[in-house]
């Protein structure tokens, strides 16, 4: 049972239509999870320079802001936590998952509802784990790309998304342009996999599977434009 649960993991990526509908009569999620943490902590240890360029940037244009009075004092605090960010980007890693993957289950239970599918909160845990197999590793490859990057093109929450996707066409407006960054392969690869899964999965018609996706990436794309909208 447990190599099945790895098996059906590795068809959610391979063969969706099938891991789904081995999902819907044997649901299972424990290996999915594993695989999801290990996939999310990977990308976060490869893109670690990136991260902590970033915040070096963000810190510094936030210090220049400051009255020259409290400049020396939050050098100070910023530089006692330094130490600390290598330990706290693994525990968000092995954390961050699991929040994610409750807020989607939510989100897949309100959907089947709403769509007359089949409301189960059960299955929408198992859709959000076993789904995320996409997500996972599109992070892991745009990491890859992050890492191999000049840190000196790194200068926004939009630079560091690597893989192609319309915000690139966009230089002039961070939010409109972390919106589209929303929409990268990986994301499009990943919402195509949830829309197959609501359907096969929690019972929605092909209309209300496509709709609740479209949905699933407008808040996305809100929260990546109010990501790039923060930046420096």
């Known amino acids: 049972m447990q190599l099945q649960g790895l098996a059906t993991y590795l068809d959610v990526v391979i063969a969706p239509r099938r891991a789904f509908?081995?999902?819907a009569g044997a649901p299972t999620w424990g290996w999915a999870a594993l695989c999801g943490l290990a996939l999310t902590l990977v990308a976060v240890l490869v893109s670690e320079r990136a991260q902590l360029h970033l915040l070096a940037l963000g810190e510094a244009h936030r210090l220049?802001?400051?009255?020259?009075?409290?400049?020396?004092?939050?050098?100070?605090?910023?530089?006692?936590?330094?130490?600390?960010?290598?330990?706290?980007?693994?525990?968000?890693?092995?954390?961050a998952?699991?929040?994610?993957?409750s807020l989607l289950s939510v989100f897949f239970f309100l959907a089947a509802a709403i769509g007359r599918g089949q409301a189960r909160l059960g299955s929408a845990w198992v859709l959000a784990i076993n789904s995320y197999a996409p997500y996972g590793i599109a992070g892991v490859i745009n990491a890859l790309l992050v890492a191999v990057a000049d840190p000196a093109s790194l200068t926004s929450a939009t630079s560091v998304v690597r893989l192609p996707s319309p915000g690139w066409l966009v230089h002039d407006d961070p939010r409109?342009?972390?919106?589209?960054?929303?929409?990268h392969v990986g994301d499009l690869w990943y919402l195509a996999i949830v829309a197959l899964a609501l359907h096969t999965l929690m019972r929605l018609s092909w209309l209300a599977a496509l709709l609740a996706t479209v949905a699933l990436s407008l808040l996305f794309?809100?929260?990546?434009?109010?990501?790039?909208?923060?930046?420096?």
């Open 64 to 95: 220049a802001a400051l009255p020259p009075g409290e400049r020396l004092s939050e050098r100070i605090a910023t530089a006692q936590v330094a130490p600390m960010r290598p330990a706290l980007f693994v525990i968000g890693a092995l954390v």
């Open 221 to 232: 794309g809100l929260f990546a434009s109010l990501a790039a909208g923060g930046a420096p």
């Open 176 to 183: 409109l342009a972390g919106f589209l960054s929303a929409y």
């Open 21 to 23: 509908a081995r999902l």
């Open 97 to 101: 998952p699991w929040l994610y993957w």
